[in-house]
Structure formats: C-alpha cells, structure tokens
C-alpha cells in the first residue's frame, strides 16, 4: 500500500501487504522476516522483490522492542540492533518490519530527513519515538516541522493486555486511561494507535495520518493483508518504509 498522506518533494514511502512473494504456508507469501522460521532462500528472494517496488535499498534492523536509534548512512549493513532509524542519504530506505505492532514513519517538510519506528508496547511506552524525534532534531528536523505516517497494527477490538501495560502508560500520562477499555477481571483492549498519536502530538507533531484505530487497519482482523503474530504465532512479517528518492 502507499501511504495516503501529502509527502514533502523527493519523500517516497511503501508498506507491503503480505502477498506478492514466494514463501510457502505459513509465511505465505511476501514475509521479510529472517527470524521467523522460514527459508532463508524465500525471504532473501522476498526481500529483493520488496527492494525492487521501492528502488531504494531498505535496511533491516535487528529489532528488540526497545528504544535503540541508528542513523542509517549508505553503507550501513542489515542487523543493527534497533526499533528506530532515520537518514539524510538518498536512496537508503528506514524500514521496519512488524506482524501487529505499529510502525510510525516520519519526514521533515522540507524533505531533508526521514525516519521510522517500531512502536509495540514496550518501544512505545519506552520513549522510542522521543528517542527517534531527538535524533531527528539533531540533523536539523524539529518536531514542530515533522509529519506522521502510522501503519496497520493490531487494533483497538483485538489487542488484550494486563494492568501492567496501562499501568506503564498511565505513569506519564494519565489522560491515556480512556485508551485502555476493561475486558475482563484485570484485562483490558489498548488503542496502540491512539497511544501512538499522543506521544506524537506531545512531542508537537501534529500533522498525523494513516491508522485511525479502525478495523481496516487491523492486523489481527484481515489475515489475507497483513500477518499476525497474535493471530497467527507463527507468522511473516510486513514492512514500512520511507525514503529519500
């Protein structure tokens, strides 16, 4: 899919959907996980493919669900360990790879600087997308001059978790607490979307598009677009990336 957002002049972006490659059930088709369990051979041809729509070179990170930042030159090698990116160098693409959660992409309005995160809870509640934006702002991208696009994750009806996760939210941010509905003696469904955009807007960007918390945009409920690891457990992954072109 393209994201449906206005792009600044020489900013692409592109998040696959899971058909399109040549992995056989249960990472059928297009998974670009290499940790998953499939054939290296399959995901290095998945690969290739998905490198070939963006005309880019995407890297991809070893991701930890942390708050690790990489700045992305053009020769940076795959398997850096961290859930955040972001490059200045044409062609190089800032990629995350996800199977529920939430990938956030990011450009500067003078198309100058790009970057992306993997926002699951952890990473999320964790302070990668300050971490991210902090390094951003260091090439010159303030949070005021950045805009947001939020890809497909799981969504609002299916992601089940434990006090501790609104608990880890709610620390800094009280208000969140209408984003945690009850579901069960100690259980509740998280909008990782809607978590997503208020540490965004807390950080002033306020230009934000793509997932609005809605079923479409639901992992776990179109298992014929995207994968999911909580859907599935054993699962591909899909990816989101941004560019330079």
Request: aromatic letters at 6%; a negative charge.
């Amino acid at each position: 899919m393209t994201p449906d957002w206005t792009l600044p002049t020489g900013v692409r972006a592109h998040c696959s959907e899971r058909a399109g490659g040549i992995s056989v059930p249960p990472y059928h088709t297009l998974n670009l996980g290499d940790h998953v369990g499939d054939d290296p051979r399959a995901v290095q041809e998945n690969r290739r493919r998905y490198a070939e729509v963006l005309s880019a070179r995407p890297v991809f990170l070893q991701q930890v669900h942390g708050r690790g930042v990489v700045r992305l030159a053009a020769d940076t090698p795959d398997g850096a360990e961290a859930d955040a990116c972001w490059t200045t160098e044409r062609g190089v693409a800032c990629t995350m790879m996800v199977a529920d959660c939430l990938p956030v992409l990011l450009a500067d309005m003078q198309g100058s600087v790009v970057g992306a995160a993997h926002c699951g809870w952890r990473g999320l509640a964790g302070g990668v997308l300050e971490a991210l934006c902090a390094d951003m702002a260091a090439a010159g991208a303030r949070s005021e001059t950045l805009q947001a696009w939020l890809g497909p994750c799981i969504g609002p009806e299916a992601f089940e978790v434990g006090a501790e996760v609104r608990d880890a939210f709610l620390q800094g941010d009280a208000q969140a607490a209408p984003l945690f509905a009850p579901h069960g003696e100690g259980k509740f469904l998280a909008d990782l979307p809607g978590l997503a955009r208020r540490r965004l807007a807390a950080l002033g960007v306020d230009a934000i598009s793509g997932n609005d918390g809605s079923r479409d945009w639901c992992t776990v409920f179109n298992p014929s677009r995207f994968f999911s690891h909580r859907r599935d457990r054993v699962s591909g992954r899909f990816a989101a990336s941004i560019w330079l072109a």
